[in-house]
């Protein structure tokens, strides 16, 4: 295996990911951000061959090995860390220490769904997830329509799962999740389901934001699922950068929209997604936050994972360049 990059190496080895001004999150204040793309791991990257998530420990000294900036975290790993006895003041001193920040992390609230009774219980698991990945020195937490996918999918009670149709009652059900991340010190940001029936869209997630009536909403859009869901990329140039949350990176190959799944996601550069002029149109609007390789590939996870972290950074690292150029 090659050697480690240094961090110094990685940082100083191409301008999109030299670290320089930094800019203001809705929720939280300051947040150092990078001049042009910052790389981010997101852990499911890097599962066990068995297809589950690795200790959160090991994930940080992947990401940070691999030359990473920042690490998008699932809010189960975090619990599984503190239900093993650890605390959440070393999590977040673990992460410092290894050169990291935490710029999102992943969670399932059902804070979209049309049943009140059940809408309140996501709002209470969203309020112990913001207070997770606050007290770890997180700043967002993903905000995708769970519980609201319809289709075949089923809900804790063996009913189907409703989609939302009316996206302004989204909306106003958006602005009372981010108002409660306003006082956790954690900025939620929808995101974009391609397999759903409710924000399968980069145009509905959009409305969702807009019409909630806040000036620190903001999306989460994926390069799999604009293509699964049916969206253009030519929308994504639409966004302003505060709109954007994190971008989600990832490539596929040439497979239908209805037959591809979340394991036909590969390392960025080697499918057919237009990549390169992706990134060129972020750029150009603006954005300045991290990009977050988010794979679920079967094949990766059977492989190294100290490998495929740095395979994935070094072929997004690729990319970047040509796109900004």
């Known amino acids: 295996m090659p050697a480690t990059p240094s961090r110094r190496d990685v940082l100083l080895g191409t301008a999109a990911v030299a670290v320089g001004s930094a800019a203001v999150s809705p929720a939280t204040g300051t947040e150092p951000k990078p001049a042009a793309f910052g790389l981010c791991l997101n852990t499911s990257t890097v599962r066990t061959a068995e297809g589950k998530s690795r200790p959160l420990v090991e994930l940080i000294d ?37 050169g990291l920040a935490v710029p999102d992390a992943i969670g399932f609230a059902e804070w979209i769904v ?32 769970v519980g609201a996918t319809g289709g075949t999918s089923k809900r804790d009670d063996g009913k189907p799962s409703e989609p939302v149709v009316d996206l302004l009652a989204a909306a106003d059900r958006y602005r009372e999740l981010w108002d409660l ?32 009536g806040v000036a620190g909403a903001a999306v989460l859009p994926d390069v799999y699922h604009l ?53 060129k149109g972020l750029h150009a609007t603006g954005y300045a936050g991290y990009l977050s390789v988010e794979l679920f590939n079967r094949g990766y996870w059977k492989l190294d994972p100290h490998a495929v972290a740095r395979t994935a950074r070094e072929k997004l690292q690729a990319v970047v360049a040509k796109a900004v150029a």
């Open 62 to 98: 992947i990401a940070a090995k691999a030359g990473y900036q920042a690490i998008e975290p699932w809010v189960s790993e975090i619990e599984e860390y503190v239900k093993g006895g650890g605390t959440l003041p070393d999590l977040k001193k673990r992460v410092a220490d290894a």
């Open 114 to 145: 049309e049943d009140p009774a059940r809408r309140q219980r996501g709002l209470d698991q969203a309020k112990r997830d913001m207070d997770l990945v606050q007290r770890v020195g997180g700043v967002r937490i993903a905000a995708p329509p």
């Open 181 to 212: 991340g306003r006082t956790m010190g954690v900025t939620p940001i929808v995101e974009v389901w391609g397999f759903s029936r409710t924000l399968k869209r980069l145009g509905e997630t959009l409305l969702v934001a807009a019409e909630s």
């Open 227 to 279: 293509y699964k869901g049916g969206s253009d990329f030519a929308g994504l140039k639409l966004l302003a950068p505060a709109a954007v949350g994190i971008f989600h990176v990832n490539d596929y190959p040439q497979i239908d929209r209805g037959k591809i799944g979340d394991a036909d996601r590969v390392y960025p550069g080697d499918g057919v997604a237009p990549l390169v002029e992706i990134l």
